[in-house]
């Protein structure tokens, strides 16, 4: 009964949200959360640091995917010293590789790409909980599953994922094609339905030069695919189905990743096929041959009203708290956009 009523109040949720993101977002006004003076240029003006939504909105996406990560962890029985520890390690390894795939990839030294960074979750995440095991498990005297953990952290990653594209919404980044220029059946399926961005500082506007376009919506497309499958798989993960949840959130996020390429108009690199089409196809064949040689660790029924229970835990919100601060600085401060500011007083209130 618990599970209905989470699953059913999470996609409450979500609809509140993404009806939100999808209507709000676009618009011009939804890029700079804040902007922060840091050098004096003149009389009364300052240059500004400017703190994006893109940030606000990728922390958050984050902040949900650790607490999805420790329930979903918690109700398999593992300890939440043990999942922090585990999504700790995976964070210090794809946050970085997000920028660094980008870098090398787009030869572009101030952008993002989640897409990279979960290439390289995928690669290490057996490996990574194997050395956990053996290091702090042995020391904490826990044990993390490989395939629990491994289902849970693709689960997470879809729930994570599908919010983040709510920052890409308000960056205007990753934007979908042209309608005028789409097929009939695309025209038809989005007309009344795409989105039209507003503002010279967002990336399709100076990038690609669609700002006031009808285009894709395909952040919108990928939030609510990804959402979904995360709840089904959340569904068979409670149900004992790791393997099957593990390999449906991989295989729905890895290969939409891979075909929703082909309805986007941003930057990708050079050639037919992206390398972020190819690691989506590599991610999806190293999925199903990880849940081959991995699937044989025997697991009880997990317990959803444990996992929920785990996360009432002040040291818990104290690191969730920290995650999020960290990600907010870290995605939030722009590199690519500036301030100019000036400070007055009001002289009839004085």
Known sequence: MIETVTIISALILLTAYF???????????????ASVPSVITGEREWSGINFTWYGLLTANAYLVAVAVLLVL?????????????LAAAMLCCCVPASRLVARIVEKKAHTFTVGGAVFVGILIAPFVITAINRTAGELLAFHIPIMSAYA????????????????????????????????????????????????STKKIAYAGGLEAT?????????????????????????????????????????????????????????????????MGMVGVVYAIAAAFFLAHEPTGLP??????????NPALILFLQIIWLVLFYYTGRSTVTGATLRFHVHQDRI
């Open 152 to 199: 849970a952290i693709a689960i997470a990653y879809a729930f994570g994922e599908g919010l983040g594209r709510m920052a890409c919404i308000s960056f205007g980044c990753c934007y979908g094609k042209p309608l005028a220029t789409s097929s009939v059946l695309l025209k038809r399926l989005f007309r009344g339905r795409s989105f039209v961005f507003f503002g």
């Open 214 to 278: 009808e285009v894709i919506p395909i952040q919108a497309v990928t939030a609510v695919f990804y959402t979904i499958s995360g709840l089904i798989a959340a569904g068979m993960y409670l149900s004992s189905h790791l393997t099957g949840a593990f390999l449906l959130a991989t295989i729905a996020t890895q290969g939409w990743r891979s075909f929703s390429e082909t309805l986007r108009a941003d930057y990708r690199g050079t050639g037919s096929i992206s390398a972020y089409q190819i």
């Open 303 to 312: 317990d959803l009203s444990v996992g929920l229970k785990s996360l009432w």
């Open 19 to 33: 009806w939100w993101g999808f209507k709000k977002l676009p618009g011009e006004k939804w890029q700079i959360f």
């Open 73 to 85: 962890m918690g109700a398999a029985g593992v300890p939440p010293i043990g999942t922090a520890i």
